[in-house]
């Protein structure tokens, strides 16, 4: 064979090699890159289900909260509930108007008749004053009071007051509502008389002393009160007797009860 022709073949053989050589360098990179597109895809996938998931959390946590808030109560809730289930005796029906609230009812001839109303659901206070008849005031008050671990205790006071007197026939009652239900709480006040004003006791099924609580509007003190302006028309006797004029009970957050300060 010919110099000529020896490298003649030499180049084919050598072209034969380069284009073998490309294919291969091709399917290789194809290769790769399938491999790199499924690792993103799976990536993508991956991202995509844990957007979904924290989708599904947030949700989750949303409707959580949004079933706290149904179910906290506030002090107007509750004295509606005490109504619904007689806990409470108060004729007359309580409605809002813009800022303003007011209680009615009524009577058998059609009239309108209207009790004076105060309601403050931010600090948890109710006060109505109903006239009746003309002869006096029965006020009723409803207090909220919170505890340390978010308990919710309710006190109801009722007393009447005209011209001669002020007096509490009974002591607040207090209340907790749980399960749907409301339990009478008996321990969560002292034991208390009249007679704690006087140094000497008298006969409470005989004598009217003019003494009654207050729940408070503002703050955690329910007072004991002796009236003072029925004692300066009593006899000397009376006035000389007095001990006390008044009793601060005080709410402790933490045991969820009233200690005399």
Same mark, same amino acid.
């Given at each position: 064979?010919? =110099?000529?022709?020896?490298?003649n073949l030499k ?13 291969? !360098? ?5 290769? $790769? ?8 895809? /799976? ?21 959580t909260v949004q079933?706290?808030?149904?179910t906290v109560l *506030? ?12 806990? &409470?005796?108060? =004729?007359?029906? !309580? ?6 609230? /007011?209680?009615?009812?009524?009577? @058998?001839?059609? %009239?309108?008749?209207? $009790? ?21 005031? %029965? ?17 109801? *006071? ?5 011209? &001669? !007197?002020?007096?509490?026939?009974? =002591? =607040? ?25 006087? +140094? ?21 003190? +329910?007072?004991? $009160? ?8 009593? @006899? @000397? ?20 009860? %009233?200690?005399?300060?």
């Amino acid at each position: 064979m010919l =110099p000529l022709q020896k490298n003649n073949l030499k180049i084919k053989n050598m072209k034969r090699l380069s284009v073998f050589a490309l294919i291969i !360098l091709s399917v290789f990179l194809s290769f $790769c890159s399938e491999k790199q597109d499924n690792k993103s895809t /799976k990536n993508t996938v991956k991202e995509i289900v844990t957007k979904k998931e924290t989708n599904i959390v947030q949700i989750k946590n949303d409707t959580t909260v949004q079933k706290e808030k149904i179910t906290v109560l *506030n002090v107007v809730d509750y004295f509606k509930l005490l109504k619904k289930d007689k806990l &409470i005796n108060f =004729p007359y029906t !309580l409605s809002k108007s813009g800022n303003t609230w /007011k209680s009615t009812s009524t009577d @058998e001839a059609g %009239f309108i008749n209207e $009790c004076g109303t105060l309601v403050d659901i931010k600090n948890g206070f109710i006060k109505f004053e109903d006239e009746g008849t003309g002869a006096g005031i %029965f006020v009723t008050e409803i207090a909220l009071f919170k505890t340390s671990d978010k308990r919710s205790i309710l006190a109801v *006071n009722t007393y009447f007051a005209d011209d &001669i !007197l002020q007096n509490s026939s009974n =002591p =607040p009652k207090f209340y907790e509502y749980k399960n749907g239900k409301f339990k009478l709480l008996k321990e969560i006040f002292p034991v208390t008389s009249p007679n704690q004003f006087f +140094i000497k006791p008298y006969n409470l099924k005989k004598e009217l002393l003019g003494t009654y609580f207050e729940l408070p509007h503002y703050g955690t003190v +329910i007072k004991f $009160c002796l009236d003072m302006n029925y004692a300066e028309k009593q @006899e @000397e006797s009376y006035r000389q007797n007095i001990k006390q004029k008044e009793f601060i009970y005080k709410f402790d957050k933490k045991q969820g009860k %009233f200690f005399l300060q």
